[in-house]
Each structure stands twice: as structure tokens, then as C-alpha cells.
């Protein structure tokens, strides 16, 4: 049984400094009131063009962003090295949709399959859906009963185009890439685009890969059709499993507009679909390649347990757990340390750019209140366990 408290192991990386800085900002964090008054402060700021950098690059940015290049990212990435954890660059420039910044965005994203085509520790590269298209483009495309005007479906062709350009390069790289799970209004068009791609590049293994949200009830029928798929048209899958990100948002949605809501009824659904979906792809294994994308332990756990069962070497390329920067370094430290294959998710880019990232990490923080409470009480262990190494023996 793979224990997740081993706190020397989990902070080796972080030094004194580090870790009161991180149980400063999960106190914050832990704090609904201070979350909403900081949320609403770095919005006005930014509406009225007020500098936000000085007090957000210290503390929150520095806790989850890895820099604002991916060259500023370099160091860490090296850092993690040595703890046999991998890196994923994430450029997470959010909620801009001009088409200079999708221009801008689909370059740097080319830039980030390059780099990690050369760094044997980065091993995925990874894009959100709404960095190269607007979001009323994709959402008019997912919807069955909307004929597209001849501008509109530019812009889905042009979406289209872009995908196809960086899932060219990344097979042509030999680098695996990950498209990002937003809201589920225009996913539908999202998963038939990235299942073209499959089946273009995922002939010989998984190179492309989707995100199921597996808070939605439809996701766990949808990865068995799309298993079915694979099998049929024999490509590989390649699945990153997440909860999802969005709830709130979905239910609020599907509430105004008078549908029912997507997302399962409670948390206990969610987890037993995220677990369903893991057992389902082990069992499928020759077929499907599995990002687990979670901070919970008890499916950590079970994607371990399932692996070994299996009588699978933990660093089978086909299994890769994955934890956001800043967050769970105990699961991500422990389970790398043990020999599995661990990459967390680095998000990248000005401070600016980031802040919605941010922001939704904050509030996450803030509702998952089991989340941050076993990190601050992690924290206090670790620097307790410190404190009592340095005590001069009686
Ligand atoms: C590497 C990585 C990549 C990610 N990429 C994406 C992505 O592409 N798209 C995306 O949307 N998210 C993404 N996320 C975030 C993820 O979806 C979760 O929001 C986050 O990880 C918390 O879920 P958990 O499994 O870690 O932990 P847990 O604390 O076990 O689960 C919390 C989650 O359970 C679900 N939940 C909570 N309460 C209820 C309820 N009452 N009813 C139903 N469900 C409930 C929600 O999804 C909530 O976020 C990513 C996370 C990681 C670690």
C-alpha cells in the first residue's frame, strides 16, 4: 500500500523558506471571505490597469506558475528532475481570444512541442481548446441545432486548421500532446476534432490525447464508444482523466437555461465514475494510454493498485499520474519516488495572462476544503519534523 505522508520525501525539494511561504498562502486560501475580497480586488485592479505583479508574483503566482517563459521554467524543471518528477509546460494565457493572441498562442504552443521533443523530462505538451478559437465560435459549432453563418464556419475551419497543425508537429516530434477539457457547451465539437486527429496520428501509439471530465455523467459511455472507435478504426486512445473543473459554472448554466445539469448529483458519483474509467482503460490497456489527473489519493491509489495487479512495471509509458504545480506534492514525490511515472503540470506565462489560473486554483483551494487542510497539516509535519532534527540532543 503506497503511504502519501511521507513529508521528507514530499518536501524534499523545498527549502525552509518555500514551505512557510506555501502554508502562508493554503491559511489564505483556506479563507472563503479572503479568497472572494483578493478575486474581486485583482479584478477591479486589472480593469482599471492597476499594477497586481508586486503582490501577486511573490506569493500565489510563485506557489503554482513555473515562470513567464518557458526558459524562465528551465530551473525548476531540473529541480524536479532529480526527484524523478517530469514536467508539463503549460502556457495558460486564458479568456483572449483575438487573433493575434491565438496566433501568438499557436506559436508558443509549437514552441513548447519543441522543447519538449528535446528534454527527456518533459513529456507531454498541452493546449486549451479556448486559446485558438473564440468561445461563441465553439460553442455555436457544438450545438446540432445552429446553422453556422459562412464567417462562423471560417473560424471552426481555422480552429480546426490549428489542431491539426500542432498534433502534426507533435507526431512528427515523437511528443505526446494533451488537449484540455473546458466547459462541456462546446466540448462535442472539441472531442470530434481531437478524434479526427487520433485517428490520424495515434496509429502506431497514443500521441493525441482528450480529457474526460469525469464529473459528467455521460463521460464513462463515452469513453467506452470511444474505445469502440479505437478498436474499429485501429488507433490507440489516449485519455487524461480528470473530475472537472467547472461545477459551479455547469450547474449554474444548465439551471438558468433550464436543462438538466450535466454534471453527477453528487461527489460519490464523481468518484465512482473517475474510478469506473480507470478500471475500464487498465482493463483495455493494449488500446488506451492513461493520464490520471488527480489530487485525490484513493484513485492514486487504485491506479497504482490496478498496475500492479496487472504485474505492470510502474514506469510503463501507458501510465502517468499527474498533479498540478504547487499542489499534492506529497502523491506527486512519493509515487516518483516509488519509480512511477509522475509529471506535474506546470502552467506558465505573464502574470497578467495567469490570473484567471489563478484565481480558479484560489477558489478550488477554498471549496475543496479536505484539499487544503492535508496540505497545511502536511506543511506543519514537515516543518515539525525539521524543527526536531535541529533540537540539540538532551
Ligand atoms: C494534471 C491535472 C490536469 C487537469 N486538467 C483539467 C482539465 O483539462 N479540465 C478540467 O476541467 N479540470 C482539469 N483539472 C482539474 C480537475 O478537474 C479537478 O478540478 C481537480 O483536480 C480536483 O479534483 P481531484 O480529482 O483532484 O480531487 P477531489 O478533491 O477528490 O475532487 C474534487 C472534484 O470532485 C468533483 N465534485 C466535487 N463536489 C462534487 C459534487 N457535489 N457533485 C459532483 N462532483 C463533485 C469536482 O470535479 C471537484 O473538482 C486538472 C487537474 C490536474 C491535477
Known sequence: ???????????????????????????????????????VLVETAQKIHFPVAWAVKPTIYRQFVGGESIENCFKLVRVLEKYHVKAILDYSVEGMSSESIIQHTLEETLRTIDNAAIDANVPFAVFKPTALCSHEVLEKAADPNYALTETERGEASKFKERIAVLCKRAYEKEVRLMIDAEDSWYQSFVDDVITEMMMLYNKERAIVFNTLQMYRADRLDFLKASYEKAVANNYYLGVKFVRGAYMEKERERAFQMGYPSPIHPDKQA????????????????????????????????LFATLMEKQGLSKDDERCYFSQLYGMSDNISFNLANKGYNVAKYVPYGPVKSVLPYLIRRAEENTSIAGQTNRELSLIKKERQRRKNLRAPIS
Request: glycine content about 2%; aromatic content about 12%.
Open 1 to 39: 500500500m503506497i503511504l502519501f505522508d511521507d513529508t521528507a520525501i514530499a518536501f524534499e525539494s523545498k527549502n525552509d523558506n518555500d514551505l512557510l511561504r506555501a502554508f502562508f498562502l493554503f491559511k489564505t486560501v483556506a479563507n472563503p471571505s479572503l479568497v472572494k475580497m483578493s478575486k
Open 270 to 301: 464523481t468518484d465512482d465514475a473517475f474510478d469506473a474509467a480507470l478500471q475500464f482503460s487498465m482493463e483495455h490497456l493494449d488500446r488506451i494510454s492513461i493520464f490520471c489527473g488527480t489530487h485525490n489519493e484513493n484513485s492514486c491509489r
